[in-house]
């Protein structure tokens, strides 16, 4: 009861993280729609991510749903490979994924080689941060769906901006994304790690100024708006479902080309946090972001 004082036990274990999840083939009006939900840009989901596109890729999707509602974050390397599954070489090629612009007064990069992503297009080993001989797979989509709310953060806005300035339509679906134009290198000292905001990202347009996110709009007029439609997360239905708010929008808008009439209702009532024992819809910190860069090649 409220104010009432207990004492508990908290035991440590260990959680196994599944950031790519629920990816299927929905097939919906005649199309064939891919679905994924994909929580974390971490080394680990770069194998389940190749064999959801690979997935994609043999069903010859129609149209990609990008469940990045709570991904806050993570590797830009891993973002820059997404965008190239995502839009293919003949939109990436020679592009530009994501340039850092820092204050001038530091010494982070020798040279362009070190300040500018590409799209990478082949597979990374994590362990070491060098590329394989595999060349990663991908989709050749000029749109891309994205649901995303204020927990869409930092790699995860980098993906939106990154394939906006090589003009791929991204169509967002949901609520404004945090707003984290900025990265770090995790710097080591005595003992401790620290990070510091060193750079702002920006596409091959040199945009990066979206500090107060992106935002989904029916009519796009400010450069952080985003064609799409303006959806609350909803917290009644199961992720993946076709009933759920954001993923029945994105359907709807697939199949129409625009926002539903009456948006789907949604409750806004607290998610559940834990389901069999692991969480599921904990909020994440918009501070779960590093930069990984790699040589251009």
């Keep these: 009861m409220l104010g009432e004082e207990r004492d508990v036990t908290l035991l440590a274990q260990e959680v196994q ?13 005649g199309k064939n729609v891919g679905y994924v939900q994909f929580n974390q840009f971490i080394s680990i989901a770069q194998p389940k991510l190749i064999e959801a596109i690979n997935t994609f890729a043999n069903a ?14 993570g590797a830009l390397a891993l973002s820059s490979q997404l965008g190239y599954m995502v839009a293919g070489p003949g939109r990436t090629s020679n ?33 070491t941060y060098e590329f394989t001989a595999n060349t990663l797979p991908n989709l050749d989509l000029n749109t891309v769906y994205i649901l995303a709310t204020g927990d869409t953060c930092s790699a995860s806005e980098s993906l939106i901006n990154g394939l906006r300035g090589v003009d791929v339509n991204v169509v967002l679906i949901g609520e404004t994304t945090c707003g984290k134009p900025y990265g770090f290198f995790p710097t080591p000292n005595c003992g401790n790690v620290f990070y510091t905001i060193q750079f702002k990202s920006s596409n091959e347009k040199g945009f990066g ?12 007029t400010a450069a952080t708006d985003v064609q799409g439609c303006m959806v609350a997360d909803d917290f009644e239905h199961l992720l993946g479902s076709k009933d759920e708010a954001l993923l029945s929008t994105a359907l709807s808008h697939i ?10 209702k949604s409750s806004r009532q607290a ?11 904990a909020p994440v910190s918009i501070l779960q972001s590093n930069a990984i860069y790699l040589p251009v090649k």
Excluded: H, W
């Excluded at 993280?17 to 083939?25: D, E, F, I, L, S």
């Excluded at 199949?255 to 789907?264: D, I, K």
């Design 255 to 264: 199949s129409t080309g625009q926002c539903p009439t009456v948006a789907p």
């Design 271 to 281: 998610p559940p946090l834990v389901s069999d024992g692991l969480p599921i819809r």
């Design 17 to 29: 993280q599944t950031p790519v999840q629920n990816a299927k083939v929905i097939p919906f009006n």
């Design 209 to 220: 100024d979206y500090a107060d996110g992106f935002s989904p709009s029916q009519s796009p």
């Design 60 to 73: 010859q999707i129609d149209a990609l749903v990008l469940d990045m509602r709570y991904n806050g974050g």
């Design 95 to 127: 592009r530009i994924f994501n340039q850092a612009i820092d204050n001038g007064k530091g010494n982070l990069y020798q040279n362009d080689n070190q300040r500018i992503s590409p799209f990478y297009n082949r597979e990374i080993n994590y362990s």
